[in-house]
């Protein structure tokens, strides 16, 4: 299983961003799906998660602003990302969690990063 975010760029502040996070492979179930975020010399946050059932929470930092959203069908999780300040600015994680099964019929539950995407906003 391999995720692939893309959708980071530069914006002034004020702007919005969409960015997208796919997974791919040999997929049974997803169950939460998750975007972090980590600005240079600090610690990775949890900015957003929403569960298989559609269930969401936020960081209290972005919360009114971003929104969170999934496509099932298409293993696909979305941040939406409006008025963005620029201590907005950081690497954007994507990561999920799910289930797969092996050709013999093992079941693997797992967990993957997506490789990031750079968000730059300008004041």
């Known amino acids: 299983v391999q995720l692939q975010a893309s959708g980071g760029g530069w914006v002034q502040a004020g702007g919005s961003l969409r960015l997208s996070c796919a997974a791919r492979?040999?997929?049974?179930?997803?169950?939460?799906m998750e975007w972090y975020r980590q600005a240079p010399g600090k610690q990775r946050d949890l900015v957003a998660a929403?569960?298989?059932?559609?269930?969401?929470s936020y960081a209290d930092s972005i919360k009114g602003r971003f929104a969170i959203s999934r496509d099932n069908a298409e293993n696909t999780v979305y941040l939406q990302m409006n008025s963005l300040k620029p201590e907005d600015t950081a690497v954007y994680l994507c990561?999920?969690?799910?289930?797969?099964?092996?050709?013999?019929?093992?079941?693997?539950?797992?967990?993957?990063w997506g490789q990031g995407t750079q968000v730059t906003v300008s004041s």
């Open positions: 492979g040999s997929i049974s179930r997803i169950n939460t």
């Open positions: 990561s999920a969690d799910g289930l797969s099964f092996t050709d013999s019929g093992e079941p693997i539950a797992w967990r993957h």
């Open positions: 929403i569960t298989n059932g559609g269930s969401t």
